[in-house]
């Protein structure tokens, strides 16, 4: 059974740091692009940083230079640094895995990131 559990989340004031790891199951994990979305309570899901199999990132412009996605093959995870949270961080955060050939994707169930002071 495929599975994406993450895990990291949590309330953190302002400027604050969090590191959210997403841990997977049933696969090989090297064959997947992995990726961390977001969704903010009224607004559709976004993309905040991909990770590719050859370890290419990308990431949304309104995280650039705060968050930085890193995987470890070895422990089927992927993770995801937020440095200088701010409250528009405020969401649910959703671990992805993108087969790098056939393009099938997962999600995780999310972990809830709420930045406050």
């Known amino acids: 059974q495929v599975q994406l559990m993450e895990s990291g989340g949590g309330l953190v004031q302002p400027g604050g740091s969090l590191r959210l790891s997403c841990a997977a199951s049933g696969i090989i994990f090297s064959m997947y692009g992995m990726g961390w979305y977001r969704q903010a309570p009224g607004k559709q899901r976004e993309l905040v940083a991909r990770i590719g199999s050859d370890g290419f990132t990308s990431y949304a412009d309104s995280v650039k230079g705060r968050f930085t996605i890193s995987r470890e093959d070895a422990k089927k995870t992927v993770y995801l640094q937020m440095n200088s949270l701010q409250p528009e961080d405020t969401a649910v955060y959703y671990c992805?895995?993108?087969?790098?050939?056939?393009?099938?994707?997962?999600w995780g169930q999310g972990t809830q990131v709420t930045v406050s002071s």
């Open positions: 992805n895995r993108r087969h790098r050939i056939t393009g099938l994707e997962a």
